[in-house]
């Protein structure tokens, strides 16, 4: 059964940092592109970021988010600094089968359940 268990959200201020994890565990985890999307309130999920054997950026992230992965403890990173109350969102981890240019993970497998990243003005 393959889980993806992501931890890392809270409420931090404006201007913040927070470090999101994605432990994979049932899946072949080098196997596959990884990414993070999220979803604010009233809005529809959206990219953040994907890596493969390279990083892809959503515009609005690009220099305050970096994203990273260790295959060999199966976990996906994601840094995230300069935070404002735009990147109030629940963040969700997705296996996927590819990155697009734009951040985006393309053929999701798998989601995650997500966690809750709250910033306070």
């Known amino acids: 059964q393959v889980q993806l268990v992501e931890s890392g959200g809270g409420l931090v201020q404006a201007g913040g940092s927070l470090r999101l994890s994605c432990t994979a565990s049932?899946?072949?985890?080098?196997?596959?592109?990884m990414g993070w999307f999220r979803q604010a309130p009233g809005k529809e999920r959206e990219g953040v970021s994907c890596?493969?054997?390279?990083?892809y950026y959503a515009g609005s992230v690009k220099g305050r988010f970096t994203i990273s992965r260790d295959n060999s403890k199966n976990t996906l990173y994601l840094q995230m600094n300069n935070l404002s109350p735009e990147d109030t969102a629940m963040y969700y981890c997705?296996?996927?089968?590819?990155?697009?240019?734009?951040?985006?993970?393309?053929?999701?497998?798998?989601w995650g359940k997500g966690t809750l990243v709250t910033i306070s003005s």
């Open positions: 049932g899946l072949t985890f080098d196997s596959y592109a």
């Open positions: 997705a296996a996927a089968g590819g990155c697009s240019g734009s951040g985006l993970p393309v053929a999701v497998n798998y």
């Open positions: 890596i493969v054997r390279s990083e």
